[in-house]
């Protein structure tokens, strides 16, 4: 295989797909916090958490492309 049609492969996409979901998922989810102030810190992380993983995700689908 060389190295276009390693580019081209449609794992890379389906990850790329799959880590701005994850992303977005952690985006919206911050606004999904109750008014109580626990509640507000344990949603924010788990949101970043998500929107971490999703960046991460992207960035390895994005090298591994350009590799």
């Not at 580019?7 to 880590?19: G, K």
């Not at 911050?30 to 949603?43: E, I, K, N, Q």
């Not at 992380?45 to 689908?61: D, R």
């Amino acid at each position: 295989m060389n190295k276009t049609e390693e580019a081209n492969d449609e794992r890379h996409y389906v990850l790329i797909v799959i880590a701005v979901i994850i992303g977005i998922f952690g985006l919206y989810y911050r606004f999904a916090a109750p008014d109580d102030t626990w509640h507000v810190s344990f949603y924010n992380w788990v949101a970043n958490l998500c929107f971490i993983f999703g960046i991460g995700l992207a960035l390895k689908a994005v090298f591994a492309i350009l590799k």
